[in-house]
């Protein structure tokens, strides 16, 4: 299996406009994404409406998703939803029904769960394994490893099967809603964008000589070349060889 792809960029800004780049090169029309929550990649929305970048594709023939989302209304500011449609989604004029927002807050999680899956599968093509294969997924990694909402310890991470799920997360106390790991690494491309001093230690043990393989974060491995992680040189400080900062 060909290795994931690193590419090591100095300066935050720099890093946001390289997983500018490979975003763009993954999109073509009618295209299918999913979104990476938390606070990491708000920047690379916002550069995206950029004009730069804005009219480099027609994100409105976009299909939109969310790898996982908090159990929160649409319009709390801790939603991804909400990040999302305020950062990128709304200044790029996505028509509403294009965006399909993660119900994790719904009251029957978990027919929530089954019918964002159906969704999915009535605008994702199947890959070769007959899974839907999304065109892009963007990620982000939580400092304990986590990815998406496949955190250390839950349940999710054992699902074979389900393509979302309701997942409880006992060390935040809460539920959250998630893309699986057969959605996830049926992805055509996977862009993991990490950034910040906080994260060097995590990285250094996702992607360093002494890899910790029990890390959720660290099966992305099993999807080969289709993945790419940028990191800027903060991220990848523990890295054996970070970049030479300016
Ligand atoms: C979420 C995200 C989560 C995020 C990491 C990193 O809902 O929180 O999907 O997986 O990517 O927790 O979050 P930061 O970018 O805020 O560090």
């Given at each position: 299996m060909r290795k994931c792809g690193i590419s090591i960029v100095a300066r935050l800004d720099e890093a946001v406009q390289d997983a500018a780049v490979r975003v763009v090169a993954s999109v073509r029309?009618?295209?299918t994404i999913a979104l990476a929550g938390g606070g990491t990649p708000k920047?690379?929305?916002?550069?995206?409406?950029?004009?730069?970048?804005?009219?480099?594709?027609?994100?409105?023939a976009v299909q939109w998703f969310w790898g996982d989302e908090r159990a929160v209304p649409p319009d709390h500011a801790d939603s991804n939803y909400r990040m999302a449609r305020?950062?990128?989604?709304d200044p790029l004029g996505v028509p509403a029904g294009q965006i399909h927002r993660m119900p994790a807050d719904a009251r029957d999680a978990d027919a929530a769960a089954m019918a964002y899956e159906q969704a999915i599968r009535s605008v994702a093509a199947p890959g070769p394994d007959g899974r839907p294969a999304l065109d892009l997924v963007l990620l982000g990694i939580g400092t304990d490893g986590h990815t998406a909402s496949l955190f250390p310890g839950t349940a999710a991470l054992d699902e074979t099967e389900r393509l979302v799920v309701a997942n409880d997360v006992p060390q935040l106390n809460t539920r959250r809603m998630t893309m699986t790991f057969p959605l996830l690494l049926a992805a055509?491309?996977?862009?993991v964008f990490v950034t910040g001093a906080d994260k060097a230690e995590i990285v250094s043990r996702l992607l360093g000589p002494?890899?910790?393989?029990?890390?959720?974060?660290?099966r992305l491995r099993e999807a080969g070349h289709r993945v790419t992680w940028v990191l800027d040189a903060a991220a990848a400080a523990r890295l054996e060889t970070p970049p030479a900062v300016p």
């Open positions: 029309n009618r295209s920047r690379l929305y916002e550069a995206l409406t950029a004009p730069s970048w804005r009219q480099r594709v027609d994100w409105r305020e950062s990128l989604l055509r491309s996977i862009v002494r890899r910790d393989t029990n890390l959720p974060a660290a």
